[in-house]
């Protein structure tokens, strides 16, 4: 069925590094969600992208929505450690709210 | 504090045996999800419901089973049909609209003995 994949599925970072982790589908997605969990914890929401192209910025984090609303990007500037933790995209399946989770990308921080 | 509250944190199975997850949320959402996260998968809709008395299979359905009496709780059961229950389960809570967040509670690691 049509899913939402996540590359990469694991990314190892030094501390103070940048780096991106990406969310692509073969359909156009109204909107895109992005989770994060930490070790031993539950996701937790992190942000909504539904424009077209839109970028959204939280202290250190990037989101962004393709111009083509079939992929979008999470880059995180300058790693810490307390980045640590899966990143989850999401897509929304229907119109009450029903969402469909990618594997995620794990993130390893070296200090 | 409003949240999602989910219990046991751990439980183990033994073969044949029926196991009843809780989830229980008091933030007034219409609709509940349980998800099964097995390592390196994401997290997989098992059952969903979005409102009262009404629930409606998801990706993986097989082996478990629902219901929904009242808005606040969703109880989820493992049956012995599901041979492989090994995972960590997710209830998550949210309004019954598109372009909300999802609420989750802090899992259910369960083991088979």
């Known amino acids: 069925g049509q899913q939402v994949m996540q590359i990469p599925q694991y990314q190892h970072v030094q501390e103070g590094e940048d780096f991106t982790t990406y969310c692509n589908s073969s359909?156009?997605?109204?909107?895109i969600q992005w989770y994060k969990q930490r070790p031993g914890g539950h996701p937790v929401f992190l942000i909504q992208l539904v424009k077209s192209g839109e970028v959204k910025k939280q202290k250190r984090l990037t989101f962004q929505f393709g111009e083509a609303k079939k992929n979008s990007s999470l880059h995180i500037t300058a790693t810490q450690t307390t980045d640590v933790g899966t990143y989850f995209c999401?897509?929304?399946?229907?119109?009450?709210?029903?969402?469909?989770f990618g594997a995620g990308t794990q993130v390893v921080v070296t200090p | 504090d409003g949240g999602i509250t989910q219990s046991p944190k751990y439980l183990f199975r033994k073969e044949g045996q029926n196991v009843t997850l809780s989830c229980e949320q008091n933030l007034n959402h219409d609709a509940m999800y349980w998800y099964r996260q097995d390592p390196g998968q994401g997290l997989r809709l098992i059952y969903y419901s979005q409102i009262v008395n009404d629930f409606q299979k998801g990706d993986i359905a097989e082996g478990y089973s629902v219901s929904r009496e009242k808005k606040e709780s969703f109880p989820l059961t493992v049956t012995s049909a599901q041979k492989n229950p090994t995972a960590f389960y997710l209830c998550a809570s949210g309004p019954r609209r598109v372009n909300e967040k999802l609420f989750f509670g802090s899992g259910t690691q369960l083991s088979v003995l």
């Open positions: 359909t156009t997605l109204s909107n």
């Open positions: 999401a897509r929304a399946t229907d119109s009450w709210g029903k969402l469909q």
